[in-house]
């Protein structure tokens, strides 16, 4: 038996959404590319790392509670909620792996944790963001997807 389909979410927590995934993803790019610079032999990079890192900290947990906001109020999917979650221990656990000077695990949960990042970025902008209130929405099934190129296909018998 399964659930039935959740109600769609707002729009605003759904735009919020994306604005903190992209912002995750871009701050998580910059922390591969610091990273590298350090193993290149900047070591003044490594400062920048540990800076970024308290940044991308920070953005997760304010996607913690975006990923709230699209759940409750609007109904939304719960996956943000448990996904961020998920990234948010993994940005504890990286932090502190980091400041212990374990790479082994420093390393690898980067890796995870870009990849889980980049997953969920793909997947706030998959999410369709419901049509403004007030206006007419472009189609008429009311799923926030834009219609097909040409309209709807009729065939004839």
């Known amino acids: 038996m399964s659930s039935p389909p959740a109600a769609p979410a707002s729009r605003w927590p759904l735009i919020l959404l994306r604005t903190t995934a992209t912002a995750l993803a871009l701050l998580a790019l910059l922390q591969v590319m610091l990273a590298g610079s350090f193993l290149n032999g900047t070591y003044d990079s490594l400062k920048d790392h540990e800076g970024n890192a308290m940044m991308l900290g920070t953005v997760v947990v304010l996607q913690l509670a975006v990923a709230a906001a699209v759940r409750w109020p609007g109904r939304g999917p719960l996956w943000p909620l448990w996904t961020t979650l998920l990234l948010t221990v993994a940005v504890i656990g990286q932090i502190s792996a980091g400041y212990a000077r374990a790479l082994g695990l420093h390393v ?16 706030a902008w998959r999410l369709p963001l419901p049509a403004r209130a007030g206006l007419p929405g472009p ?3 009311g799923s926030g997807r834009l219609p097909r190129p040409g309209g709807p296909v009729e065939v004839s018998k």
Do not use: A, P, Q, R
């Not at 944790?113 to 970025?121: E, N, P, Q, R, T």
């Open 108 to 123: 690898t949960l980067g890796v995870l944790l870009v990849s889980g990042i980049l997953f969920g970025l793909v997947g």
């Open 139 to 141: 189609n008429v099934d």
